[in-house]
């Protein structure tokens, strides 16, 4: 192969993985309100390959398997809604914790079936899913602790307590995005008392983790 057909070669290449990628990318979100809408059981290959308007064999090019594909579309789902709600390390203690609120009820009002498929998409079948789930409380935990503590490192009752505070968000988030009778602003705003609240009562019960004092209003 002469240079001039190696450096034609390249982008072609290149063109090539991009499409695999935005075609492997289409179908994790086909997939996301597929599985969102009907459980896991209920839905066969040849459904899932009708509904996306795609050969079968693409599918299992893809991801091997229906679970392949299901627990794809999860560890996908958890990817965004992490990276929706962490960050802001620079801001204050309780300006992250808005921020984090604000950034995982956004995630959900902005792409629902994904988060439902997180929260409740056929976890009760799978130990796999369950432990996908698991993780993504156990990450939410860690973003509100450090934000809270500068610290990830705390106690166990800390640890309980702020993950009873998340599994309440994503019974009460599941709730709104159904129902959207109160605005964002509004749920959020909610969500940070309730959040304060348990704070509190974790530094009532060990010292050791003191709760950022609330949020000045001017005026």
């Known amino acids: 192969m002469s240079v001039r057909q190696q450096q034609a070669a390249v982008p ?12 492997r990318a289409e179908l994790l979100a086909i997939g996301r309100t597929l599985f969102a ?7 066969s290959m040849d459904d899932i390959a009708r509904q996306a308007h795609v050969a079968k064999g693409l599918i299992y090019y893809y991801f091997r398997s ?6 794809a579309i999860v560890e996908d789902s958890v990817a965004e809604l992490v990276a929706f709600a ?16 604000d950034g995982y009820l956004r995630f959900a009002e902005h792409h629902q079936a994904a ?47 702020l993950f009873s505070w998340v599994c309440s968000v994503e019974g009460t988030t599941l709730d709104w995005i159904g129902r959207p009778e109160l605005t964002r602003a509004a749920l959020g705003e909610l969500l940070v008392k309730t959040l304060g609240g348990t704070l509190r009562a974790i530094e009532e019960l ?14």
Request: hydrophobic share 35%; aromatic share 6%.
């Open 66 to 71: 229906k679970r392949g594909y299901y627990l």
């Open 115 to 161: 988060y439902r498929t997180i929260v409740s998409g056929g976890v009760g079948f799978d130990h796999e899913v369950h432990a996908i789930r698991d993780g993504v409380r156990e990450a939410i935990v860690a973003t509100i602790a450090d934000g809270a503590y500068g610290r990830t490192d705390i106690g166990p009752l800390a640890r309980t307590g």
């Open 12 to 23: 072609v290449r290149a063109r090539g993985t991009d499409r695999s990628a935005a075609r």
């Open 86 to 101: 962490a960050g802001g390390a620079e801001l204050p203690a309780v300006d992250r914790l808005q921020r984090t609120i």
């Open 37 to 43: 809408n009907t459980p896991y059981d209920a839905l």
């Open 206 to 219: 060990d010292p050791s983790c003191p709760a950022p004092p609330p949020a000045r209003r001017d005026g």
